[in-house]
């Protein structure tokens, strides 16, 4: 049995709304027509904006040997959010927390043990490759979903409260249990490599910035000029680039970004830009995990990569030797800091060739 996760797309939403129909899924199951254009609106990338819970939720399919059988939904929970009051007691104080709702879809996998560790397996999933500073999931079925109830304590969810559903949604006024689980603390030797999303971008605005100051003649923006941007230009970056950062507990050491070019005569190509690492991580591998991530992460995108590095810099231009990348050309006069110039290499990595960097 290999359990496996992903978000939603357009290709899972005849079967999603097929488990909707279900009687056994009505039963405790939002049905109403705005949660399911909610669906249809994330699997097709939220496009227009939404009504149901100001589309907040992330939803996920879990499926067993590939087959799709269960769907889950996950948001983010804080204090600013509209959500029942027993909930701000158990708000972690020390990472983020997340309501889930969970439901499986496919008859054939009941009474089989399938439900408490699908969803054991997904918390270790969403920690591991969603948010690793997610230590505290809440769950609340109804008070008469005693199936439902049972699999979550089995899950290890700790029951902590009855209370009756306030707001505009399908269980309101009605009995609720609240469950919730905790995890502890995140080493703080733990090394996790990520995608950031655009809720990171206070994060990884700090070290981008400290990158720009720090290292001036190694990127083409400017400390000046990043600086006095807004957050929503943060933001914007971590949506229109693949940005992927190195967490070692819950602090961002090193980042860089991918994207790939968009026109129908350069679509093949893509680009490596922003590498930083913080100085006092620097000589640990740090950095060749994360490019050799990106390369990972470009392959099914581009078929050849590219970066620039001013050539005074040999340290970072044997780097990226090292990574399979090598020297096509040379830009003189590239980059001006102050008053000085700095030249930039050329570099390219073929992705249709064997990887020959170390990961």
Same mark, same amino acid.
């Given at each position: ?88 007691? /158990? =708000? ?10 969970? *439901?499986? #879809? %496919?008859?054939?996998?009941? &009474? !089989? ?38 699999? /979550? =304590? ?10 009756? *559903?306030? #707001? %505009?949604?399908?269980?309101? &006024? !009605? ?43 190694s990127f083409a923006s400017s400390y000046e000029e990043e600086s006095s941007g807004s957050?929503?230009?943060?933001? !914007? ?95 003189d006069r590239s980059l001006k800091v102050a008053e000085t110039f700095f030249d930039e290499y050329l570099m390219i ?11």
């Amino acid at each position: 049995m290999k359990l496996s996760f992903e978000k939603i797309n357009f290709r899972h939403i005849d079967i999603i709304f097929k488990w909707l129909a279900e009687p056994f899924i009505q039963e405790f199951w939002d049905n109403t027509l705005a949660h399911k254009e909610d669906i249809l609106n994330f699997a097709h990338g939220r496009k227009k904006p939404s009504n149901y819970c100001g589309g907040k939720y992330v939803y996920w399919i879990a499926l067993c040997d590939g087959h799709p059988f269960a769907m889950l939904m996950t948001m983010f929970e804080t204090a600013e959010d509209h959500i029942d009051d027993i909930k701000l007691n /158990y =708000l972690s104080k020390t990472g983020h927390t997340y309501g889930i709702d969970y *439901m499986i #879809g %496919d008859k054939n996998y009941f &009474g !089989k043990g399938y439900g408490a560790k699908t969803l054991s397996a997904f918390l270790d999933f969403f920690r591991r490759d969603f948010d690793p500073r997610a230590d505290t999931f809440l769950i609340d079925p109804a008070c008469n979903n005693s199936r439902a109830k049972h699999v /979550y =304590l089995k899950a290890g969810f700790e029951l902590v409260a009855d209370f009756v *559903m306030s #707001g %505009d949604v399908s269980g309101s &006024g !009605k009995p609720h249990h609240l469950l919730v689980k905790y995890f502890s603390s995140m080493d703080k030797k733990a090394k996790i490599i990520k995608k950031l999303r655009p809720e990171d971008f206070e994060i990884w605005k700090s070290v981008r910035l400290e990158a720009l100051k720090n290292s001036p003649e190694s990127f083409a923006s400017s400390y000046e000029e990043e600086s006095s941007g807004s957050d929503s230009d943060f933001k !914007k970056n971590l949506i229109q680039s693949d940005v992927f950062g190195v967490f070692i507990g819950y602090s961002l050491v090193a980042c860089a970004g991918f994207y790939s070019l968009n026109s129908l005569k350069t679509k093949h190509r893509g680009v490596i830009w922003g590498l930083y690492t913080q100085l006092e991580y620097r000589g640990q591998g740090i950095a060749s995990a994360l490019i050799q991530t990106i390369i990972h992460h470009a392959r099914s995108r581009v078929i050849q990569l590219h970066l620039t590095c001013v050539t005074s810099n040999l340290a970072a231009v044997a780097f990226y030797q090292k990574q399979g990348f090598s020297i096509y050309g040379r830009e003189d006069r590239s980059l001006k800091v102050a008053e000085t110039f700095f030249d930039e290499y050329l570099m390219i990595l073929d992705l249709t060739k064997e990887s020959i960097g170390n990961s």
